[in-house]
């Protein structure tokens, strides 16, 4: 369970890494992912 925990983890740092680089970027608005940084 710690593993799965630690992937998740892993999983979405790295989700976050590239929605931050995404954003400076900034890329076309039509690319739904940006959008939903505001989410996070």
């Known amino acids: ?3 799965f925990i630690k992937t998740l983890l892993v999983a979405v740092t ?3 890494s590239v929605f931050a680089t995404a954003k400076q970027v900034k890329l076309p608005n039509n690319i739904k992912y940006v959008n939903t940084t ?3």
Do not use: G
């Open 1 to 3: 369970m710690k593993t």
């Open 14 to 16: 790295i989700l976050f």
């Open 38 to 40: 505001e989410a996070f």
